[in-house]
């Protein structure tokens, strides 16, 4: 018998949606949300912990998916970058971006051109969110802890953290103005 024969029953909540599904024991959550799920926004990088690009939300923290066996994660919400939206509007912080609504984080990326290529995006946003969640001000040095598991590829670290300053200066004066309430 081989350990694939092996299944266990996972039970998640990705993006305010119940997903159930049988899975290998071994299976891990990257693979479990791309392939179970159909989070096709979460990217597979390394495999190995290394790059973040994997990374989403779960109970409220990031964590690199592809470090963690689907089983773990069984009754815990999930957050992947397309939560981001329907979680601004939530917390009452969404802006406005050519007929979406947008986390001010997302939009900080694309104000500054933090995108790059991509495919690392998710799992940067989402480590700012982890960030932006506990320090609404926080210095270089926090923002440079915040993602140094993340890597981009395209060397753009400048135009990232100029996204993330943004994003933070924004949330500050959105909640100022709106009052709504910091996470």
């Not at 923290?61 to 009754?75: D, H, I, L, R, V």
């Not at 495919?119 to 040095?141: I, K, Q, R, W």
Request: charged share 25%; proline share 3%; aromatic share 4%.
């Amino acid at each position: 018998m081989t350990a694939e024969q092996y299944t266990s029953t996972v039970t998640v909540t990705v993006n305010g949606d119940e997903e159930t599904h049988e899975v290998p024991d071994r299976k891990l959550l990257v693979h479990f949300l791309r392939e179970d799920a159909g989070c096709t926004g979460v990217h597979q990088g390394c495999v190995v912990g290394k790059c973040g690009a994997c990374t989403v939300v779960v109970d409220g923290t990031p964590m690199k998916s592809c470090m963690m066996y689907s089983a773990q994660a069984n009754g815990k919400e999930i957050m992947t970058a397309r939560g981001l939206g329907p979680k601004a509007e939530e917390e009452g912080v969404a802006l406005e971006d050519d007929g979406d609504m947008l986390h001010p984080i997302q939009k900080g990326f694309k104000e500054n051109h933090g995108l790059q290529c991509g495919y690392c995006t998710p799992g940067f946003v989402l480590s700012t969110y982890g960030l932006l969640s506990e320090n609404d001000s926080p210095s270089e040095a926090d923002i440079d802890a915040a993602v140094s598991g993340n890597i981009c590829r395209c060397t753009g670290y400048n135009s990232i953290v100029d996204s993330i300053e943004w994003a933070a200066e924004e949330l500050k004066a959105i909640r100022a103005d709106t009052g709504a309430a910091d996470d």
